[in-house]
């Protein structure tokens, strides 16, 4: 027994990892900084595998347990990620959306951030397609991020963007008459299959569902989510030839309709992107988790943790 109790347990999640430096989203942690915060987390914590959440006898009591997830699946997961967590023997968990696995297209958002960053563009009037004017502040770092928070935010409002429909017509405006390369996704473009199947012959990293075609489930109608949640299980569960139980809900968002399709599709485990402590009373469905941003500093992420670590999260319904 600790001051916390037994088995005190958070999860925490990352999305894409990028080479020193380089980080100028939110999205993307730099691999030195990632290290150096697992360093850190091993000294207060001991990291357990998924199949350890919410099984006492499989979790350290002593300790703090942690649970480290990646969400959305993204080949410098493997390229920068996984030699370090070899080197450090950490397990993680990662959650792919199937279509941008079997497709290799970058995913929406990745296709608007990356030429904005690429062409350093200072803004883009979108008014004339129903969403707004933007100026990106020119210093790349959290303000410009926010800024570009902004646009992306505004396009995931609008249902179309999850056809790409509306991102093909922002791009039209936001890349210049001469663009030709299309090569400012080799760092951020999905994991393949083959790639899926050297991280799991690693015996450390684990794979969960981040839907299909990473659709808002609350959004959807009732057969287009149940083929979301349905459709990703059986496509992962074929490839990786074991049971797949845990459920990233793509951008955090999650209903009681949501759950009951989850539980129905066969999933045991469901995971948010609220902050929280896991605990045997959590539901399920609703786990909390530590956001970590490539703004985040170590301290600012042990920081999180602890304030995490003082929430209960949703109790089982
Ligand atoms: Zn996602």
């Known amino acids: 027994m600790t001051i916390w109790g037994e088995n005190l347990t958070a999860v925490l999640c990352y999305h894409d990892l990028c080479k020193p430096r380089e980080s100028g989203s939110w999205l993307k942690v730099d691999i030195d900084r990632f290290e150096r915060q697992l360093v850190a987390l091993k ?24 649970l480290l997830t990646f969400d959305d699946g993204f080949i410098n997961n493997l390229r920068l990620g996984l030699p370090v967590l070899k080197r450090h023997g950490v397990p993680a968990l990662f959650f792919i959306s199937t279509e941008y696995m079997e497709s290799g297209e970058p995913f929406w958002f990745d296709r608007l951030i990356r030429p904005i960053e690429h062409y350093c563009l200072p803004g883009i009037d979108l008014r004339h397609l129903g969403l707004g004017e933007y100026s990106f502040s020119p210093v790349k770092g959290a303000k410009r991020w ?33 663009h030709q390369a299309n090569n400012f996704y080799e760092d951020d473009r999905p994991l393949n299959k083959d790639e899926l199947m050297a991280m799991q012959r690693s015996g450390i990293c684990c794979f969960g569902s981040h839907g299909h075609r990473h659709r808002i489930l609350t959004k959807l109608g009732d057969d287009s989510l149940k083929e979301e949640l349905q459709q990703s299980r059986s496509i992962l569960e074929e ?24 539980r129905e599709a066969g999933y045991l485990f469901g995971y948010t992107i609220a902050p929280g402590r896991v605990s045997p009373e959590n539901d399920h469905f609703r786990i909390p988790r530590v956001m970590v941003g490539g703004f985040d500093t170590t301290a600012r992420v042990l920081i999180n943790l602890a304030r995490g670590l003082l929430r209960t999260g949703p109790q089982a319904e």
């Open 43 to 66: 000294k207060i914590g001991t990291f357990v595998r998924p199949d350890a959440l919410l099984e006492p006898s499989l979790l350290t009591r002593s300790r703090l347990n942690l």
């Open 146 to 178: 926010d800024d570009i928070q902004l646009l992306l935010e505004d396009v995931k409002k609008l249902d179309e963007s999850q056809d790409g429909q509306l991102v093909d017509r922002i791009l039209a405006v936001l890349l210049p008459d001469d």
């Open 239 to 262: 490839l990786l030839g074991e049971p797949v139980k845990h459920i990233s809900y793509p951008n955090g968002n999650v209903d009681s309709r949501v759950v009951e399709n989850c």
